[in-house]
């Protein structure tokens, strides 16, 4: 079994937009993202450039749908 790649925050709100999420609210650092079908997520933006944790990642796309490989690719 493979590890699991980490992402940055930027990445993954990307990711998340070309998959149809928008971004429909910010709060402090999180953005939080809903798909026309009522998914969502919120998306940690603390620091520009630092890695999603992979916990996070894994509960991020469990919340949309996706697998994580998916997400990150």
């Known amino acids: 079994m493979t590890r699991l ?9 990307k990711a ?3 998959r149809g999420f928008l971004p429909v ?6 953005v ?3 798909h026309p079908d009522g998914r969502g997520a919120v ?3 603390h620091r520009p450039g630092a890695d999603v944790g992979r916990g996070l990642l894994v509960r ?3 919340d949309v749908g996706l697998s994580p490989e ?4």
């Open 5 to 13: 790649a980490t992402t940055t925050a930027a990445r993954l709100r």
């Open 16 to 18: 998340l937009e070309r």
């Open 25 to 30: 609210r910010r709060k402090g650092s999180h």
């Open 32 to 34: 939080f993202m809903r």
């Open 43 to 45: 998306v940690p933006e």
């Open 60 to 62: 991020i796309a469990r």
């Open 70 to 73: 998916e997400l990150t690719a």
